[in-house]
């Protein structure tokens, strides 16, 4: 059974055509580039969000001298889209901050999604200025799809980075293991993740974050659903898997706490964020996390 | 259902423990460089294979006075296992050599996950050795699991990339949809594939890529397996999804050609990779490529 999230998972449903087949081709970028073109508004890396709830654009002309600009798609009427990169921006490869959820629950999901996208390719190219294979300087290529050496004796090709993030819940017999980092709010747990590894597949990299963190074997992963997580460059794999032992081993370098909690302490705990109930067992993800979803999904089997 | 390939995908079954927790321990690290310790031995970023068919190694003895050393991990006997970064080591950012083929079908699975992970970390420091972001040089950290700015005012983290690419079966009224790059052998069809970008999903990877690269839209996007690539750094997250309609268009710059195969005709090409039968409608694509995973998962459908 394909889960279909309603509404969708945040960050994704983009609105933009990405028109891939525009990036390389200079005359046509350049055409693009006109009176029509949008800029999006960005504060640093935050977006800018205007009284009507949506995010904020402007022309070509708010562009900064010494900007670098990156170009998004087609809007629906055929209008290119742009995001600036300033020479002041030095980016933030940091975890998403509280100030920036609040944007995350109000965006229009369309919105989102360019948000998303625009700020981990803004960010991307504000952390890879230099070469890092001679360490010159490169500049922005195919409209900000990639980054060129200027050494003419390296050329090296730089594309924007997306990391695969595991993300899972695990079950045994009927409860859920979820864990707390340090950083979390009171009472807040969530599904456990960490990054896939060169030499892994995703259920490989499930198996062993579940071990590392919790010390728990698991077993016949699969996965649910997915999400990109712009802080800075995510793709949040969400998979679920199954325990057949509950012992817990918690390594306190990754976690605070990790427990396995029932059926109807998750049931509980979703509902509460509708309702504002404070006294669950635990504060569940909000919606706007993949992780929120796992357990969704999981109610719902 | 759970795809459980048998035997399984290449690339994956890792043997080694990855024993993240040693990683950042620098005298634990230490420690395990001892006259035990094993050094994999590599020709550039090829394997070496002994006589026995399996992945050669030396100790910590044979290591370039200049290397720099990565953790892959501890084995069975809980020897530290390690590969060599040599200052000569330009890396690769190609695809794999016809030489390698020959490794990726006779390596033990457990040795082939062992030279893939290795051979992307090896790659990765040898394309890495400056800082993105300030030009500066940098050090190898972390067992080799992170490269660090050397410049006080810096010092910047930099991890090893995995770049999730979308490979898909695409069907319609029980025919497949696989295309031709101009690089593959002669009557070679595969899945068509592209990497996840910045700010999509993996369904809405699959989407783009299918639309752009052949004109098609498609549907109901699941995830059916996926295999860690190490050419340089990707990570192949094989799906599965429907069309309507069969008209193609294809982006000549990325194909060769893409047609529709009925499913006699797949059946045939994957039967004829062991008979070496050559009169089929086209070549199906060798057991190590994910993509025959794709097309041996659907025929089983």
Same mark, same amino acid.
């Given at each position: 059974m394909l889960y279909r999230p309603n509404p969708p998972i945040s960050f994704t449903g983009a609105v933009l055509d990405r028109a891939d087949h525009i990036r390389a081709d200079a005359d046509k970028l350049a055409e693009l580039m006109n #009176? !029509?073109? !949008?800029?999006l508004r960005l504060d640093g890396l935050d977006p800018v969000i205007g009284d009507d709830g949506a995010l904020v654009w402007g022309t070509l002309a708010d562009a900064g001298e010494h900007d670098e600009l990156v170009f998004l798609g087609l809007d629906e009427s055929g209008r290119a889209c742009f995001a600036p990169v300033s020479p &002041?921006?030095?980016?933030?490869?940091g975890p998403a901050n509280p100030r920036l959820w609040g944007a995350m629950a109000s965006l229009p999901a369309g919105d989102l999604a360019t948000y998303g996208g625009a700020r981990a390719l803004v960010d991307w190219? &504000? !952390?890879h200025r230099f070469c890092a294979r001679c360490g010159y300087t490169t500049k922005l290529g195919k409209g900000g799809w990639q980054r060129k050496c200027v050494n003419m004796d390296c050329k090296a090709e730089h594309f924007p980075r997306v990391d695969p993030v595991t993300i899972m819940s695990v079950e045994w017999e009927g409860n859920l293991l979820l864990g707390r980092q340090p950083r979390f709010p009171a009472k807040r747990y969530s599904?456990? &993740?960490? /990054?896939?590894?060169?030499?892994?597949?995703?259920e490989e990299a499930v198996a062993r974050e579940v071990h590392e963190e919790a010390g728990v074997r698991v077993r016949d992963v699969r996965y649910v659903?997915?999400?990109p997580w712009p802080f800075p460059s995510s793709l949040m794999i969400g998979c *679920?898997?199954?325990a057949d032992d509950p012992a817990i081993t918690i390594d306190k370098t990754e976690l605070e706490d990790? !427990? #396995? /909690?029932?059926?109807?302490?998750?049931?509980?705990?979703m509902e509460a964020l509708k309702t504002g109930a404070e006294d669950g067992a635990f504060i569940a993800p909000p919606p706007f996390a993949v &992780?929120? *979803?796992l357990l969704k999904w999981w109610i719902e089997q």
């Open positions: #009176w !029509r073109a !949008r800029l &002041a921006n030095k980016g933030n490869p190219h &504000a !952390r599904a456990l &993740a960490g /990054f896939v590894e060169p030499g892994e597949s995703i659903a997915c999400q *679920h898997a199954y990790a !427990r #396995w /909690f029932t059926r109807d302490e998750v049931v509980y705990a &992780a929120h *979803h």
